[in-house]
């Protein structure tokens, strides 16, 4: 059940998206509304997918948050947020980003796949996404929060679609039974040296967990995974803060590299 109504859930959501498309932080919405609830968030965040879509663009893919345990204690939280990828946020791989475009962006590695089969909760688990998946691909997330320094609680970082603001998929598809992702290495370069290196065990132990997360979060809200669905499971290195004239490497033990220039 929403605290807040119609049009305050409008409002926070225009407010955050003028935010992202002009690239100009604000002060956390909680701040100003600090009954507002998890269903508030979310719907926030529903209103945000709508105005994107008003506009003619398209959801490409849905991604979780805050799911490794790097992450989790960086940002003090103990569960995971899901949120969406729109088509205008892709970015080739070998590509430039524009850093005027944002705020204060930070990359992190992420282990993603693609499903066959739709997913639906209550009840989903690993087992299921498993035979779920068509193939994994590597991807790099470019994440902007639109709150002043960084400065977010788990309800305002909901509203802001978990921070999402680019990203670039490269490497190579490969099927799910020829990886274990639990133990998938993956390096992060920035400009040649090497500030991050993590497993994909990272993201809650096996980072199809977190696609069976967000398979359950949907259930309750009567929504489903469809087949096809592109799905991030989020960050499997903790967020590098990255600045215009530096260079993005990362490296996915079996499925390739994923890069990128800040310019």
């Known amino acids: 059940m929403t605290t807040l109504d119609k049009s305050e859930i409008t409002r926070l959501a225009e407010l955050l998206e003028a935010a992202e498309l002009q690239a100009r932080d604000v002060t956390k919405i909680t701040d100003d509304y600090p009954g507002m609830d998890w269903s508030d968030a979310y719907a926030i965040q529903d209103e945000l ?23 989790m204690k960086q940002m003090g939280v103990t569960s995971p ?16 980003i524009v850093t005027s475009e944002l705020i204060h962006p930070k990359v992190e590695a992420e282990i993603c796949i693609v499903t066959k089969a739709p997913l639906k909760g209550p009840g989903c688990h690993v087992a299921a996404v498993m035979a779920a998946t068509d193939f994994v691909i590597p991807a790099v997330e470019v994440i902007d929060s639109r709150y002043r320094d960084f400065k977010f609680d788990l309800k305002s970082v909901i509203a802001d679609n978990t921070s999402a603001s680019r990203f670039v998929i490269g490497g190579r598809m490969r099927e799910l039974a020829a990886l274990d992702l639990r133990t998938l290495g993956v390096v992060l370069e920035k400009n ?33 995974i469809p087949a096809g669905t592109f799905i991030m499971t989020g960050g499997v290195t903790e967020a590098i803060a990255v600045e215009a004239g530096d260079s993005v490497a990362v490296r996915f033990q079996d499925l390739g590299t994923v890069s990128m220039r800040f310019v």
Not at 208 to 222: C, F, K, Q, S, Y
Request: no cysteine; charged share 20%.
């Open 81 to 96: 947020v899901f949120g969406f990828v729109a088509d205008y946020m892709a970015r080739p791989d070998g590509g430039e």
């Open 192 to 224: 040649g040296e090497v500030v991050s290196m993590a497993a994909g065990a990272a993201v809650l132990g096996q980072p199809l967990a977190a696609v069976a997360m967000l398979a359950n979060h949907l259930g309750e809200r009567g929504q489903e």
């Open 49 to 71: 997918r709508r105005l994107k879509e008003s506009r003619g663009h398209r959801i490409v893919g849905l991604k979780a948050g805050l799911t490794s345990f790097a992450k």
